[in-house]
């Protein structure tokens, strides 16, 4: 009896061992594990951020400005000390590689005191072809742009003539709502197949009126909020009766920046097409004008 009992002290004992040894392992593992899987998460939006704030300056022909900008970013995440490479190919996508050691508190019992935690992110830009906070203005697609040249637009009061640049009725007629929208951009959101029809009447007016504002409005185009830069829609023809464009048909968009206030004389504005990325989405189908969206790949 005396040796059943010793045996069966010295098993369960055994067994106690084991078991703890197993728990303490499991511990380690849960508390580790939540560590790596937080330093994990920051650590991809912060990538994230960068490679988007990044991404928006690829139109730009300066890798440096965009090197400069992500670790901005990543310097206001308080992960710049991660950074291990920024890999910019101009007009297409920013790629940030991050690595970050991480200290391991159970899991050192085992002989691991620290875990590197990688992460990438990869952003790139595509065609806007779907854009809120558009301008009543519009360019046809068979014009060939130039970016950085100077364009004339011309108002036309009478209404838009085919092969020039067209006045639209993004808020329906009257002179009152055209002058607001051309101000601050139209509400609601417009898309490449949409219809629209052009507008009508004496606009040069509140043309006029709205450029001066807008040409005041800030000196730098490529501030990111400047509202002299305007998204405008590029159209193809859809109803021409008369001489005159009735309707016109949504394929892509396009950036203006403003340079000058309007020639009342003209009826004319004057400014440059940009290539610039915005807020918007992307459409495989809308024709590539400028106007561009920035999102992260997989």
Do not use: W
Request: glycine residues 10%.
């Amino acid at each position: 009896m005396k040796r059943f009992f010793k045996n069966e002290s010295a098993s369960a004992t055994f067994l106690v061992t084991i078991s703890f040894t197993g728990l303490l392992a499991l511990t380690g593992l849960v508390v580790d594990g939540g560590l790596l899987y937080s330093t994990h998460s920051h650590l991809q939006k912060s990538a994230n951020a960068a490679a988007l704030s990044g991404g928006q300056e690829l139109t730009r022909d300066d890798e440096v400005i965009i090197e400069n900008i992500v670790e901005e970013t990543l310097d206001h995440h308080e992960e710049l000390d991660s950074l291990m490479d920024t890999i910019v190919v101009l007009d297409e996508r920013v790629t940030v590689n991050l690595k970050k050691p991480t200290d391991t508190t159970f899991m050192r019992l085992f002989g691991i005191d620290s875990i590197d935690v990688n992460v990438k992110a990869t952003a790139r830009i595509g065609q806007m072809g779907r854009a809120m906070g558009a301008a009543p203005l519009g360019i046809d697609e068979s014009v060939e742009l130039n970016y950085g040249e100077e364009y004339t637009l011309k108002v036309d009061e009478d209404g838009v003539e085919a092969g020039n640049f067209g006045v639209l009725a993004l808020d329906g007629p009257g002179s009152k709502t055209y002058k607001e929208t051309l101000i601050s951009g139209f509400d609601e959101m417009l898309e490449v197949g949409n219809v629209i029809d052009t507008q009508t009447g004496n606009i040069a007016g509140p043309t006029e009126e709205a450029t001066d504002i807008l040409v005041n409005s800030c000196d730098d185009m490529y501030e990111r909020d400047c509202p002299r830069v305007l998204l405008v829609p590029v159209y193809k023809p859809h109803d021409y009766d008369q001489n005159q464009m009735k309707q016109v048909e949504i394929t892509g968009f396009a950036y203006f920046y403003l340079t000058e206030p309007m020639d009342g004389d003209t009826k004319e504005i004057k400014g440059q097409f940009l290539e610039r990325t915005g807020s918007g989405h992307e459409l495989d189908e809308a024709v590539e004008r400028g106007a561009f969206i920035v999102r992260l790949t997989d």
